[in-house]
């Protein structure tokens, strides 16, 4: 929790997005296949990073829910969203790990009358939970049947990219990432469509799938 209240500010400098990062949000985003209109839950949503591409997605009458636990890194969020003056997104501060979903429910029925969301999304968030089974369960329980997942995590680069392992484990390592972690099974084992695509060197893992 401190290294994300401390780095909140520096946090979209010195991720390493431009170089790394921003390629698996949009490769996911791509691959989320959202409609105009859908209610998106982004878990660990940080500084918002994610939302306006998935804005750019979902249109004027979709909505973004992003939910991440510390305040810090949800300012900084909170700025971006009046400083683009997007008034489809709601910010919730919350512990992914004992959110009850009654509370996703209750923004979903007022900003779009119904009570479950069109996706879920996360990126760079599961391997740092302390633990990502409660959260995979939080998106079993809110995203409605045949609706949309996708899980963006880390790995170690393989193969010649393999090199660059020491850097991630260092970036990793700062961000309080687990990279043996693979949060992404679960969506694998659950969606009989996932697609699975892996990004720089194999250290960026890209799953989507639809939920039966
Ligand atoms: C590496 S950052 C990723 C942020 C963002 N998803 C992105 O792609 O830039 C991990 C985020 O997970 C949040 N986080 C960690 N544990 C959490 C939990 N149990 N509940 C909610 N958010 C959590 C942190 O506060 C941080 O903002």
Redesign the pocket.
């Known amino acids: ?1 401190k290294r ?1 209240t401390a780095g ?1 500010r520096l ?2 400098v010195l ?1 390493g ?1 431009r170089l790394v ?1 921003r390629a698996g ?1 949009v490769a996911g985003i791509a691959a989320l296949r959202l409609g105009r209109g859908d209610i998106v839950l ?9 939302l306006p591409l998935l804005l750019d997605r979902v249109g004027a009458d979709g909505h973004v829910i992003g ?4 305040p810090s ?2 300012a900084v969020a909170r700025d971006r969203v009046r400083s683009n003056g997007w008034s489809n997104v709601s910010l919730l501060e ?6 009850d979903p009654a509370q996703i429910t209750s923004i979903t029925l007022r900003e779009g009358g119904r009570p479950k969301v069109d996706a879920a999304f ?4 599961m391997s ?3 633990d990502w089974m409660p ?1 995979w369960t939080l998106i079993r329980d809110v995203v409605r049947p045949g609706g949309r997942a996708g899980i ?1 995590d880390m790995a170690l680069p393989t193969g010649a990219a393999a090199v660059f392992a020491p850097l991630a484990r260092l970036a990793c390592a700062a ?3 687990d990279l043996a972690a693979r949060p992404w099974r679960a969506l694998e084992r659950e969606a009989a469509d996932a697609e699975h695509t892996v990004h720089r060197g194999g250290h960026i893992h890209v799953v989507t799938g639809t939920l039966p």
Do not use: I, K, Q
Not at 94 to 99: M, R
Not at 122 to 125: E, H, K, Q, V
């Open positions: 929790m994300y909140a946090y979209d991720s997005e990062y949000r982004d878990l660990g949503c940080g500084t918002g990073l994610n939910v991440d636990r510390s890194m949800l919350a512990d992914v790990l004992s959110l996360s990126t760079y968030a740092v939970f302390d959260a963006v961000g309080g990432a």
